[in-house]
């Protein structure tokens, strides 16, 4: 069965400060990655998603993900945050069968 | 397009009602899910369809729970009787194939006294 795993489950960042948001996955066949937000009070969007391809991906607001496939790992990075990415965000992992399996998730906050 | 639509957003109920939360998804999106998000256990699928079909019900938690799409533009999720450990945010999503996007909704918060 598919899993993720979210490392952190808070991540205190600096306004304009660089942030890494680490997920690990477990898969024995190939895989499809996601990363989603959610603001308070609303419910999840997609930033991004590695299907094939590439293994640096661009999403919105700024982030990009890696995929390492030897360290089956899909951390997501953003260079300056802002104080309007304060969020909660779920990596997560669609195999086989049709559906995703979500980590805990990494609530976000960022300190002017 | 205005997106997912759930209602109500927030419903209080007594231990023991039934409890029918309902979704409109995307036009033209063939797969719907519903997820349960709590504190203790994350976010959870519950159940999903595919044009109008329940796929995998496997994350449907007791019998309490069931579930119907009875046409491309409606689905309920419902909860009889209702207990205060069901207490979550319900979310509803849509999306035009499996792996890709899934849309959600502004979730329903149940809260069971």
């Known amino acids: 069965a598919q899993s993720v795993t979210q490392l952190d489950s808070q991540v205190p960042v600096f306004e304009e400060a660089p942030v890494e948001l680490r997920c690990n996955y477990s898969s024995s066949v190939s895989v499809y990655l996601f990363w989603y937000v959610q603001y308070p009070n609303q419910g999840l969007q997609l930033l991004l998603k590695?299907?094939?391809?590439?293994?640096l991906v661009k999403g919105i607001n700024g982030f990009e993900a890696e995929f390492n496939k030897s360290q089956t790992s899909f951390h997501l990075r953003k260079p300056s945050v802002h104080i309007s990415d304060t969020a909660e965000y779920f990596c997560a992992v669609a195999s086989g069968a049709q559906k995703l399996v979500f980590g805990q998730g990494t609530r976000l906050t960022i300190n002017p | 397009d205005a997106g997912v639509i759930q209602s109500p957003r927030h419903e209080v109920t007594e231990m023991g009602q039934e409890v029918t939360l309902r979704c409109k998804p995307i036009?033209?999106?063939?797969?719907l899910f519903w997820y349960r998000q709590t504190m203790m256990r994350g976010l959870e699928l519950l159940i999903y369809f595919n044009n109008n079909v329940p796929i995998d019900d496997s994350g449907m938690p007791e019998d309490r729970f069931s579930a119907k799409m009875p046409n491309a533009s409606f689905s309920t999720l419902k909860i009889q009787p209702s207990e205060p450990r069901d207490s979550a945010v319900y979310f509803c999503?849509?999306?035009?194939?499996?792996?890709?996007?899934?849309?959600f909704g502004p979730g329903t918060r149940l809260t069971v006294l």
């Open positions: 036009s033209g999106h063939d797969y």
């Open positions: 999503a849509s999306s035009p194939f499996g792996y890709n996007e899934q849309f």
């Open positions: 590695y299907l094939s391809g590439s293994t």
